[in-house]
């Protein structure tokens, strides 16, 4: 994938050089709740970053409140469009830390083909892989942002389809029946829906895939427009549409599962930020991450302010 040079979305950010050079202070009023207790960050200076979508100003927002609790004055530098210029900011120095996904990093960053089945040893493998670029990483989350497919209550009555196994005979028994809703990107990608139908023996006529942007296929599902539809595991929409998520039985899909993304010097001078972040990242899991993207992407919550009362809800910070 070409680098460039990318703008960020919503904080206060100007790339020079693809390296950032502003941002914004988290000013929020928290102090230790069951992290941070007796401040072992104070004194630090750190800055967190995120990709743009609505998961990540959250997690980005997660890891800057967390860090303040524990006494640590935070630039917030996240909303950075496109996967690679947060990932380099972290890389690079620019900015301390991020929660990334380990599907992203193994394939997207460091080149491999096959993702590894076993979440662990999927983080594993990223952790030891990205230590020589200067990028440690902290343990995951069981917070899975993979692909599925969906479809809605109606059509799951009708068909009762519970897994992709599922889905792949009832594209050889009913052909008819199975319609595609998915992005352009999936539709062509080896982790998508080629993959996808070569590890289950499915052939989708492609008469039967319609291609569409993200937030549109979450509708088109919902009303019954298409069976199935592309969606992300921990999208809210998928909850507040009341969708039914097939299972992915062969476990064809990566795993994308969310883990702090460390700048190896900073973890060094700051070794306090894992026991920090530990606790709230055991905490990260699919439904939490639907509930609060929900806040955002249904109810139209600020996601600095939905990471912040779930932060004080669960007691991590006061």
């Known amino acids: 994938m070409k680098r460039t040079c990318l703008v960020a979305a919503g904080a206060l950010v100007v790339v020079s050089g693809c390296g950032l050079t502003s941002g914004s202070p988290m000013v929020d009023d928290v102090s230790p709740g069951s ?16 990709k743009e979508f609505t998961e990540q100003l959250i997690l980005g927002s997660i890891m800057g409140i967390a860090f303040q609790a524990a006494g640590a004055d935070v ?43 076993d979440p662990l040893k999927q983080w594993e493998a990223v952790r030891d892989a990205d230590l020589k670029n200067g990028l440690t990483w902290l343990p995951p989350s069981r917070l ?9 209550q109606a059509n799951f009555k009708k068909y009762g389809t519970k897994t992709l196994s599922d889905v792949a005979a ?3 028994s009913d052909p008819k029946a199975v ?72 476990k064809f899909f990566p795993n994308y599962n969310a883990a702090p993304e460390i700048n190896s010097k900073a973890l060094k001078q700051w070794p306090a930020i894992a026991e920090v972040l530990d606790p709230i990242t055991k905490k990260l899991d699919n439904t939490v991450a639907q509930t609060l993207n929900a806040k955002v992407d249904v109810d139209g919550e600020d996601p600095h302010q939905v990471a912040l009362d779930w932060m004080k809800k669960e007691g991590f910070v006061k």
């Open 144 to 152: 899975n942002n993979t692909y599925a497919l969906a479809m809605n």
């Open 75 to 117: 630039l917030d530098r996240t909303g950075i469009q496109g996967s690679i210029g947060a990932r380099e900011a972290v890389k690079n120095g620019d900015a301390d830390g991020m929660y990334e996904y380990t599907g992203t990093a193994w394939i997207t960053y460091l080149g491999n083909s096959e993702p590894i089945t």
């Open 179 to 250: 319609t595609l809703c998915v992005e352009g990107e999936f539709a062509n990608r080896a982790d998508g829906l080629p993959g996808m139908e070569k590890a289950y023996g499915m052939s989708v006529p492609a008469g039967n895939v319609t291609q569409m942007d993200t937030g549109i296929i979450y509708t088109q599902v919902a009303k019954g427009s298409c069976t199935y539809g592309e969606v992300f595991t921990t999208d809210g929409r998928i909850k507040s549409m009341n969708l039914v998520v097939m299972q992915d039985d062969k």
């Open 35 to 50: 992290i941070g207790q007796g401040e072992p960050l104070r004194g630090a200076h750190l800055t967190v970053t995120s």
């Open 170 to 172: 009832l594209s050889r």
